[in-house]
């Protein structure tokens, strides 16, 4: 979740580790993902994919441009599979990958930078709350895949109470807190804790004693930690009293340039999807593409595949007949929550009223369910 989200994936060691993208709304300022080391390996990893894609594609098609969230990772995948066995071109766009930006996606597709950005619901939900015109039109995630994580020698920390008076390693949002504190209190701590921002590896952090938990993804660092360690003791925040689904990740675009650009929308979202599905049909050849394509980023081949094999078997997709869909219950529960902890109030820069999914996510440009 750039939310939890923006907690900063750790490619390598090199990476920080906090669920991803969430950023603005937990980061969308910090552009958490960004911290992660990213932005000039981002920047390699593409940059090859998007020259190859303008060489293969017919200049007559629409160009598309899409930025990253974060370093090339599993959760892009399909989009560097359309392209490498030539979805996009078969619909009839080209498509220009674009690392991310310090500013954050939501800001680069908001200012016209790109066209569609990775970004999480609640991001999107957080930056129209401070006056953006985002809309979610493919919701990748299906379930929860953020872990509050402390390292597993830590003893004294046996369950997300014990994280009361410890010190999180984040970049500090309202929509983190209001997780982290739930996941306390729920849990019967008290839910007070102080803050550290993470070097260039969240595992380093705290394997440092600079920090006591974090957020992780299950399906990258916490495919890294199972691989090559340290080992971590992880908790779901929906074990403890988080409902819905806070890492509903995917594709937005500014409302302004969906409307204007409807038939083009259609095309690159239906590629997409094929890729996400032929991802799925397919996970080491994917991962082996992903690898290739993102060559810059330093992806090995067993965390690709091994990402891909935890993505498969947990259904963390759903089912292909579900890649892109939003689950609009889910998502309404989870900002029903984040409204109620006092996330949108006129403090943090809302209007204190909690924001409508159906509002802010769409399933138009998807290709009917089969």
């Given at each position: 979740?750039?939310?939890?989200?923006?907690?900063?994936?750790?490619?390598?060691?090199?990476?920080?580790?906090?669920?991803?993208?969430?950023m603005?709304?937990?980061?969308?300022?910090?552009?958490?993902?960004?911290?992660?080391?990213?932005?000039?390996?981002?920047?390699?990893?593409?940059?090859?994919?998007a020259?190859?894609?303008?060489?293969?594609g017919?200049?007559?098609?629409?160009?598309?441009?899409?930025?990253?969230?974060?370093?090339?990772?599993?959760?892009?995948?399909?989009?560097?599979?359309?392209?490498?066995?030539?979805?996009?071109?078969?619909?009839?766009?080209?498509?220009?990958?674009?690392?991310?930006?310090?500013?954050?996606?939501?800001?680069?597709?908001?200012?016209?930078?790109?066209?569609?950005?990775?970004?999480?619901?609640?991001?999107?939900?957080?930056?129209?709350?401070?006056?953006?015109?985002?809309?979610?039109?493919?919701?990748?995630?299906?379930?929860?895949?953020?872990?509050?994580?402390?390292?597993?020698?830590?003893?004294?920390i046996?369950?997300?109470?014990?994280?009361?008076?410890?010190?999180f390693?984040?970049?500090?949002?309202?929509?983190?807190?209001?997780?982290?504190?739930?996941?306390?209190?729920?849990?019967?701590?008290?839910?007070?804790?102080?803050?550290?921002?993470?070097?260039?590896?969240?595992?380093?952090?705290?394997?440092?004693?600079?920090?006591?938990?974090?957020?992780?993804?299950?399906?990258?660092?916490?495919?890294?930690?199972?691989?090559?360690?340290?080992?971590?003791?992880?908790?779901?925040?929906?074990?403890?009293?988080?409902?819905?689904?806070?890492?509903?990740?995917?594709?937005?675009?500014?409302?302004?340039?969906?409307?204007?650009?409807?038939?083009?929308?259609?095309?690159?979202?239906?590629?997409?999807?094929?890729?996400?599905?032929?991802?799925?049909?397919?996970?080491?050849?994917?991962?082996?593409?992903l690898?290739?394509?993102?060559?810059?980023?330093?992806?090995s081949?067993?965390?690709?595949?091994?990402?891909?094999?935890?993505?498969?078997?947990?259904?963390?997709?759903?089912?292909?007949?579900?890649?892109?869909?939003?689950?609009?219950?889910?998502?309404?529960?989870?900002?029903?929550?984040?409204?109620?902890?006092?996330?949108?109030?006129?403090?943090?820069?809302?209007?204190?009223?909690?924001?409508?999914?159906?509002?802010?996510?769409?399933?138009?440009?998807?290709?009917?369910?089969?």
């Open positions: 979740m750039r939310f939890l989200s923006r907690f900063v994936h750790s490619l390598s060691n090199r990476r920080a580790a906090v669920p991803a993208r969430k603005p709304a937990f980061v969308l300022a910090a552009a958490l993902l960004l911290s992660l080391t990213g932005c000039g390996a981002g920047s390699s990893a593409t940059s090859s994919s020259s190859s894609d303008a060489k293969a017919d200049a007559h098609f629409p160009t598309v441009a899409v930025m990253l969230d974060w370093t090339a990772n599993t959760n892009h995948i399909g989009v560097f599979v359309a392209q490498k066995r030539g979805f996009y071109r078969l619909a009839g766009v080209n498509v220009q990958i674009l690392p991310t930006s310090t500013a954050g996606a939501e800001r680069a597709v908001e200012t016209g930078v790109a066209d569609l950005g990775f970004t999480t619901l609640s991001n999107v939900a957080a930056a129209d709350a401070r006056g953006s015109h985002l809309r979610m039109v493919f919701d990748l995630v299906q379930k929860p895949i953020a872990r509050w994580c402390a390292l597993a020698s830590r003893t004294d046996r369950s997300p109470k014990d994280f009361s008076g410890k010190t390693v984040s970049f500090g949002s309202a929509e983190q807190t209001a997780v982290v504190r739930q996941m306390i209190a729920h849990d019967g701590g008290k839910p007070t804790f102080s803050t550290a921002t993470s070097g260039t590896s969240t595992f380093d952090t705290l394997a440092a004693g600079k920090g006591d938990f974090a957020g992780f993804y299950d399906t990258w660092e916490g495919v890294r930690s199972r691989m090559d360690g340290p080992r971590l003791r992880c908790y779901e925040a929906g074990d403890y009293g988080v409902p819905g689904n806070p890492d509903q990740v995917g594709l937005a675009v500014k409302t302004s340039w969906a409307a204007s650009h409807k038939k083009t929308l259609s095309r690159f979202i239906t590629a997409t999807q094929k890729g996400y599905r032929w991802a799925l049909a397919h996970p080491d050849k994917a991962a082996k593409i690898v290739e394509e993102s060559s810059g980023s330093g992806i081949q067993k965390l690709a595949q091994d990402s891909m094999k935890r993505i498969v078997e947990k259904k963390y997709w759903g089912d292909s007949s579900k890649i892109g869909t939003t689950d609009f219950a889910q998502a309404q529960e989870y900002l029903d929550f984040l409204a109620k902890a006092g996330v949108y109030s006129a403090k943090s820069g809302g209007n204190g009223k909690a924001p409508q999914a159906r509002s802010l996510a769409t399933d138009a440009y998807l290709e009917k369910t089969r």
